[in-house]
């Protein structure tokens, strides 16, 4: 698990409700535009005028079949995938921490799952602050954690969520992955655990980069670039985009958005030292703790 905190970002809740509106508002501009009206569209899709009336209003989700069948009728199929998209982020992007962090740390892993981690060929991670989670010393991992797990108020054991995080490193030796990660300067900084905890996990940084599944760039403090992000973010192949925030869970879904990130994660990337260059930013703050 990584952290990064997101600024003054909008309750969960209220942002559930705000994109329920924007969907409806989508799925009105696809009537409107195909010049029919509400009572039409009911009768075309066979559904009651008042569940048309309260999809656009942002009262109720469509299934994914309504929005096939909307689309099909409005003459929009391009749409259709776009929308749906739409719908499960609404379901499923603001997942609650505290809610589900009381079931133990398994349910507070959002996309960080076997499953997630087996079907990812590409991986693309940005960090700020903190080394990303597939990297981490068990020492380190568990100096975070421990934090986490009691801010969370969780129930569950420490060494069994550092073990399930040590597990999902294997992904790092599979076949066919690939690990494009960018890193502030400041994430080499930032100390979590003691001095001893945290020149073990620089000098784990250093044996990781060498894996050849794994691309390393680390943004210099103090340099010119032309992109900020304002949190990190995980980008899995290109289906999902990961993000957290103290309070919740936001995983992006909607390939305009996702597309958002990646050229956002572009930006980053340019800025970014790599090779020799960034072994030895990380061999530089490993002599400066000494």
């Not at 957290?244 to 597309?259: C, L």
Request: charged share 25%.
């Amino acid at each position: 698990m990584t952290r990064g905190a997101a600024g003054m970002s909008p309750s969960p809740s209220s942002s559930a409700k705000e994109a329920k509106k924007a969907l409806g508002a989508r799925m009105r501009e696809v009537r409107k535009d195909a010049g029919l009206t509400a009572r039409a569209l009911a009768l075309r899709t066979k559904q009651h005028y008042t569940r048309v009336s309260k999809i656009e209003n942002g009262t109720q989700v469509p299934t994914d079949a309504d929005i096939r069948l909307w689309c099909a009728v409005c003459g929009a199929e391009d749409q259709a995938i776009d929308l749906i998209a739409t719908a499960r982020a609404v379901e499923s992007a603001y997942l609650e921490f505290r809610r589900l962090a009381r079931a133990g740390m398994k349910r507070v892993l959002g996309p960080h799952t076997p499953e997630r981690y087996a079907t990812t060929a590409t991986f693309r991670i940005y960090e700020h602050n903190a080394i990303p989670g597939l990297f981490q010393t068990a020492a380190y991992c568990e100096a975070m954690l421990s934090f986490w797990m009691d801010f969370l108020d969780t129930s569950d054991r420490l060494d069994a969520a550092v073990r399930e995080w040590m597990r999902k490193q294997e992904v790092l030796n599979g076949p066919d992955k690939k690990f494009t990660v960018v890193l502030e300067e400041q994430a080499l900084r930032t100390w979590f655990g003691t001095a001893e905890v945290h020149a073990g996990q620089l000098g784990r940084l250093l044996e990781v980069m060498a894996l050849p599944s794994v691309t390393l760039g680390i943004i210099p403090m103090m340099t010119e670039r032309n992109g900020v992000a304002s949190t990190p973010f995980w980008i899995f192949d290109e289906t999902l985009v990961a993000l957290e925030t103290p309070s919740a869970m936001i995983e992006v879904t909607r390939p305009d958005e996702i597309s958002v990130y990646t050229r956002m994660f572009g930006h980053l990337e340019a800025a970014a030292l790599r090779g020799p260059d960034a072994r030895a930013l990380i061999v530089k703050a490993l002599d400066e703790m000494s």
